[in-house]
C-alpha cells in the first residue's frame, strides 16, 4: 500500500477551541455572580486515578472552574461514600459531581454512579441520562463521545450516509458513540457497526469503513492492513509501554497502530494529544452547562 499524506487531527487544538468558548459562557455567568463548580471524589490510592483528577482540576483552573476533590480512604464503606454522595447533591453551589472510576473492588460502580443527582451528573454515567441519550435527547454526552464529535466537527469529517466501524461496546464509550453517530442529528445519520472479541470476520467490517474508532482497549491493535486508504482513524486507547528512546522510561501508545496507519490512512488522531484532551474538554462543558441549566435564569448553549 502506498505511503498519502494523513491528516493528524490535533486534540489540543480542538480543545483550546473549546475551552475558549466556554470561558466566554463562564464570564457570562460570572455577570450573574454565578462561578460554576465542580467536585471530584476519588477513592483510594489508584495511581491513574490520582493523575486523571489532577489533570482535570488543572483545566478547570485555566477556564475559571472552581473545582474541589475530595479523596476517600480505600477502605471505605458502601455508605460512608453513599453519604458523601448525597452531601454533594444537596449542596446547591456544587453544579458538577464525578466520581472517579475505578472504584476499590468492594464498592459497587453501578450503584454508586446511580447515586448521583442526574442534574449534575457531568459524566453522564446516571441510567436517567444514559437513557435520555438513547432516546436522542441527551441531557449530558459522556465525555469521552462528546470530545469525538467535536473532532469530526472541527475537522468537518462527515458522518452522514458513512459507514463507522466502533471497536468496542463499553458504556462509556462505545455504546453511547453507536446511539450518537446513528441518531437524526448533526454529526449523525452514519451506518454505525458496533464489532467486539466475538465479531466474525472483523477485518472485513473495518476495511469497509469510512471512519474506524478504536476504543478496543488494546495495545495497538488497529493496524494498517485492517483499514482503507480513505479511512478516518479515531484513537480512544491509551497505554503505557516502555519507551526504546529513554531507558526506564515509558510513554504513552493508544489502540491503533500510530506509526504504521499514519502514512496509510486519510486522517487519524494520535496518542497522546488526540481524544485525550477533548475528553476534558467536554467535561468542562458538561459543567458550564449544568451550571446554566442549575442558575436561576436556566439557560444553556448546547
Keep these: 500500500m502506498p505511503e498519502i499524506a494523513a491528516e493528524v487531527l490535533d486534540g489540543r487544538a480542538v480543545a483550546e477551541k473549546v475551552k475558549e468558548e466556554l470561558r466566554g459562557r463562564i464570564a457570562h455567568l460570572g455577570t450573574r455572580g454565578l462561578i460554576p463548580s465542580l467536585t471530584l471524589i476519588r477513592v483510594g490510592e489508584d495511581p491513574a486515578s490520582r493523575v486523571y483528577v489532577r489533570a482535570k482540576q488543572k483545566a478547570c483552573k485555566a477556564v475559571g472552574i ?15 461514600l453513599l453519604d ?96 450518537l453517530l446513528s441518531a437524526k442529528a448533526s454529526f449523525g445519520n452514519a451506518t454505525v457497526t458496533v464489532c467486539h472479541t466475538l465479531t466474525r470476520d472483523l477485518n472485513r467490517h473495518t476495511r469497509e469503513a469510512d471512519i474506524v474508532i478504536a476504543a478496543a482497549g488494546s495495545k495497538r491493535f488497529l493496524t494498517a492492513d485492517m483499514v482503507s486508504p480513505d479511512a478516518v482513524v479515531i484513537d480512544v486507547g491509551i497505554h503505557r509501554e516502555p519507551d526504546p528512546d529513554r531507558p526506564g522510561k515509558t510513554r504513552l501508545c493508544g489502540d491503533a497502530d500510530f506509526e504504521g496507519l499514519k502514512g496509510r490512512v486519510r486522517a487519524l488522531t494520535p496518542v497522546p494529544g488526540g481524544v485525550g484532551p477533548m475528553t476534558v474538554a467536554s467535561l468542562l462543558a458538561n459543567t458550564v452547562t449544568a451550571a446554566e441549566r442549575l442558575s436561576p435564569e436556566g439557560t444553556s448553549a448546547l
Design 66 to 80: 472552581t473545582s474541589a476533590t475530595i479523596h476517600l480512604p480505600e477502605q471505605s464503606t458502601r455508605q460512608e
Design 84 to 179: 458523601q454522595v448525597d452531601a454533594l447533591n444537596r449542596d446547591k453551589s456544587v453544579h458538577g459531581l464525578l466520581v472517579q472510576l475505578p472504584l476499590p473492588r468492594h464498592l459497587a460502580e453501578d450503584e454508586i454512579l446511580s447515586a448521583i443527582d442526574p442534574q449534575k451528573d457531568v459524566d453522564g454515567f446516571h441510567p436517567l441520562n444514559i437513557g435520555l441519550l438513547c432516546l436522542g435527547t441527551p441531557r449530558f454526552i459522556p465525555a469521552t463521545p462528546l470530545g469525538i464529535l467535536k473532532i469530526l466537527e472541527f475537522y468537518q469529517i462527515p458522518t452522514e450516509g458513512r459507514c463507522v466501524v466502533v471497536l468496542g461496546r463499553s458504556r462509556t464509550v462505545g455504546r453511547p458513540l453507536a446511539n
